[in-house]
């Protein structure tokens, strides 16, 4: 869901590394060195507005919100050192439509090389529609990178209505666990994480929800929390309830079995296994863009924008 791709070479430090570094020898030390610093400082400050401007969530509710902004800040602060700020273009961390009736921003996080995550992503994405209503997408994504074989993790909050909401939250594994029993068990069994699926089966609002790609629900997990909430006209309190004392402390449980025994485990990969990883990995990130992103994204955003915004995770992507 990686290298540093080369359209991200535009950014003003880069430029200075490079086009600068010649010049630099015919200008006196002290005034190269400003040039340089405030290069950095732009770069800096580009990288800190787009971080904020995710951070932000300013389409969704409050406890939405909060639901999202703590399971980031768990992530990074668990990772600390482990990942590279974004280095995304200012016009790929936040983007809309000519209209500006669809919004974006984006964040992806590379890992350091000594990491077992290959990158982090996150998004929200808010779209007013014909209807007058609005449709609003939030996302958190972990990939983990060939030195470990274990699942990644994978949050998603749909709300088309004050009363309606779909949660997808899941570890997709990354291997075939008909092949491989020993990793269900480690990972899916042992961790008692379907316990959390069984709790929310319990409200009544709560149904399970059923994504109409058959290939979304190949690849998902046996314990994958796909469900579907919905409430009664003028129910949205009821909804936001749900959120703050369900989906909340549910959503927090499995990304700390995440952290726990996936991200931090480490693992025995021989070498056809990490080649079955890295065949594996690169058609289910393939697959997920086709399905999920470049259809919808020329329709949202306009063809050139999309495309800006898909060539850049692509790259992350690998494909």
Known sequence: ???????????????????SAKRS?????????????????????SQNEGQGKFMEFPFVTASHKKLMVDLVSTLENRFEKQLLPCKLPPDVQYYQNESGTAQA?????????DSLVDFVLGSWIHCELPTGASLDITSLSAYLNLS?????????????????????????????????????????????????????????????????SLYIRTVSSPTAIMVRIETEAGGGERVEEIIAKHLDPISKQVLGIWLDHCACAKRD???????????RDGIVRKKTLEVDLDSSFPRLFGTQVANRVLEAIKEYFDV
């Open 148 to 212: 470990t074989d274990a699942p990644n993790f994978l949050i998603e909050v749909i709300r088309s209505s004050p009363t309606m909401l779909v949660l997808i939250l899941d570890l997709p594994p990354r291997k075939d666990l008909a092949l491989w029993p020993d990793d269900l068990k480690t990972f899916y069994e042992d961790t008692q994480i379907d316990t959390q699926r069984q709790a929310l089966e319990k409200i009544p609002e709560i149904q399970p929800y059923f994504s109409s």
């Open 105 to 113: 921003s984006l964040q992806i996080r590379s890992g350091q090389s």
């Open 1 to 19: 869901m990686d290298a540093i791709p080369s359209h991200f070479l535009l950014s003003p430090l880069s430029t200075l590394s490079s086009s």
């Open 269 to 279: 990969v021989g070498e056809i296994e990490r080649a079955l990883l890295k065949k």
């Open 25 to 45: 020898l015919s200008l006196p030390s002290s005034r190269s060195s400003k040039f340089q610093i405030s290069a950095s400082s732009s770069l800096m400050e």
